[in-house]
């Protein structure tokens, strides 16, 4: 049965200096009038696949059931193709680039039900150039799913496992030989407060460790220099207080934070440094000598 869908989740790395976003919104209203336009966000950094990718993982789970419209394509224009992918039973379709950018987020909402190349230039706009795919070919199909065209009618199906996967780093233990002396990690993303999340979880951490660690990161004044600090799990912010801490976050992975601070600023690290968590001491409480006297 055809699934006309009312919604639009609509990621880019577009900004909104320029009108691009706005001239996607206005493609979508004249061909489905009745859809809703949801921006997830348009701050990924210009042509950051892996940034975008991790966006639309994060937010998958809490956008409407509907189509998902996803630009960030250094390759626009080039071989590279313009696919959409559907999920969770038809519920949801995910449109875009094939450059790893949907790959997790498909995966986190089970897998490609089915997935076509958007080779019908029917259901495309006529353009002067191939150089704004977000306009002429990528809001056209979604605005025509939004209108209950059916899937099969934008392109030739394609096999899912042949579609491009993203390129995300997994955590690794730091000897091979001893999987719990430490669990070398990388700096997914950066938000706007400072906090640095990595690409650890839960179950990445070795039960046996105590909530005091060891982080090792890169040292800013030194270059192939680390320099080590003491980091101490909390559940909330304000728990860390004065120094550094690692917390469990709104998407279930382990960030590097400071309270009211940020944690970027303070490590001097980003997207990309490499983190080495190991377990370490409770710090000891500085004693201050007193003497007394009569």
């Known amino acids: 049965m055809t699934r006309r869908h009312d919604t639009v989740s609509f990621l880019s790395d577009y900004g909104l200096d320029d009108e691009f976003v706005g001239v996607v919104h206005a493609v979508i209203r004249d061909l489905a ?3 809703t336009v949801i921006d997830l966000t348009h701050g990924i950094a210009p042509c950051d696949v892996r940034a975008g990718s991790l966006a ?11 189509v998902v419209l996803a630009v960030v394509d250094p390759g626009v224009g080039s071989a590279r193709r313009g696919i959409a992918v559907e999920v ?13 950018l949907l790959a997790p987020a498909v995966a986190m909402a089970g897998g490609a039900d089915r997935a076509v190349e958007l080779t019908n230039t029917a259901y495309h ?3 002067a150039a ?20 059916d899937l099969a009618e934008f392109g030739p199906e394609v096999d899912p496992a042949l579609l491009t996967p993203a390129t995300i780093p997994l955590p690794r233990p730091m000897d091979e030989d001893d999987p719990v002396a430490g669990v070398v990690a990388e700096v997914l993303w950066v938000d706007r407060f400072g906090n640095c999340q990595l690409n650890v979880g839960p179950d990445d951490l070795p039960p046996t ?23 101490t799990t909390v ?7 004065g120094g550094v801490g690692l917390v469990l976050d709104a998407y279930g992975m382990f960030a590097l934070c400071c309270d009211r601070r940020s944690a970027a600023v303070e ?13 370490g001491e409770a710090p000891q409480p500085a004693a201050t000598p007193v003497s007394f006297t009569r």
Do not use: K, M, Y
Request: glycine share 12%; net charge negative; hydrophobic share 45%.
């Open 267 to 279: 490590l001097s690290i980003g997207v990309g440094d490499q983190v080495t968590l190991c377990p």
């Open 125 to 127: 706009l006529d353009a």
């Open 88 to 100: 969770a039973g038809g519920a949801g379709v995910l449109i875009g680039p094939d450059n790893g």
């Open 235 to 241: 559940d909330h912010f304000a728990a860390v207080g």
């Open 130 to 149: 191939a150089t704004f795919d977000g306009r002429d070919v990528f809001a056209p199909v979604a605005a025509h799913l939004c209108n209950g065209v």
């Open 209 to 231: 460790w105590d909530r005091h660690l060891r982080a090792t990161l890169p040292d800013p004044d030194q270059v192939s220099a680390t320099v080590v600090r003491a980091v």
């Open 56 to 66: 639309l993982a994060r937010s998958i789970a809490w956008v409407p059931e509907g």
């Open 33 to 35: 009038p009745q859809a």
